[in-house]
């Protein structure tokens, strides 16, 4: 990103929730299984860790890495290349809404960033694809073929953690708020982005995000979404772990 891009008017978007209607990180995990069914039987593996996060032993970020077991042995060449593949299939999911506004901000010069906590091997790339001046996303390590439990050098790209990433980008001050810039967020975990920004745009927030009043004023957006209830929703993400939704067309 351009130093002239840094000084200008600032666009943040979350992508999970905000972009697209869907957490990628399962819908990738189906993209993969679909083509290795054997795959799922890793998933086993994670399952087995649950009970470990719900006792408060692992975090969200080592569940996080124990998610990723099912790309297994794989080597990074694949992976890279699973993830443009994904990306270019992702694109056709985002909100018509989101990206006319993605649009707008890039027309009026606005450095226009997506800060995801979904891996970077295929944020970068749909990040690419939608003309985003840069990504930040949960960097995996490709060092070799994929561990059990692949390592996040950066940790896990949420919350606060986004905040302390753009501050070393140089895009938001060390304290207080940039002028002239705005966040789109779908998740109460981005509170800290959006309160680091000007102007808060909130997209299908739950109740209780609406009701925070440290975003008292924010703009709401609606896009509609591909379930009608939360159950809906639930039921088709565990369709989406098992590799059991076709998913070019979402």
Not at 37 to 65: H, N, Q, S, V
Not at 118 to 125: D, G, I, V
Not at 155 to 174: A, H, I, S, Y
Request: proline residues 7%.
């Amino acid at each position: 990103m351009t130093d002239e891009r840094k000084e200008g008017g600032l666009a943040l978007f979350d992508m999970d929730g905000t972009l697209l209607p869907w957490d990628t990180q399962y819908v990738f995990s189906c993209f993969v299984v679909q083509r290795h069914p054997w795959r799922r039987l890793l998933l086993l593996f994670y399952l087995a860790c649950l009970p470990l996060f719900f006792l408060g032993i692992w975090d969200e970020t080592r569940m996080k890495r124990a998610f990723l077991c099912y790309l297994w042995r794989l080597p990074p060449e694949t992976v890279l290349q699973y993830g443009r593949e994904f990306a270019e299939l992702a694109d056709a999911w985002v909100y018509p809404e989101l990206r006319e506004r993605l649009q707008r901000h890039r027309n009026s010069g606005d450095a226009c960033i997506m800060v995801s906590a979904s891996p970077s091997f295929y944020a970068e790339p749909l990040g690419m694809l939608l003309g985003f001046d840069a990504v930040l996303g949960t960097d995996v390590a490709l060092d070799g073929r994929m561990p059990l439990m692949p390592e996040l050098p950066l940790g896990n790209n949420k919350g606060k953690v986004k905040v302390e990433r753009l501050r070393n980008m140089g895009v938001l001050p060390e304290s207080g708020i940039r002028e002239g810039s705005i966040a789109y967020s779908d998740s109460a975990a981005d509170v800290p982005m959006l309160l680091a920004c000007g102007r808060q745009v909130l997209v299908n927030p739950s109740r209780k995000l609406k009701e925070n009043a440290r975003l008292d004023g924010a703009e709401c957006l609606y896009p509609p979404t591909p379930w009608k209830n939360s159950l809906g929703k639930k039921w088709k993400i565990a369709l989406f772990v098992i590799g059991m939704i076709s998913i070019s067309g979402k």
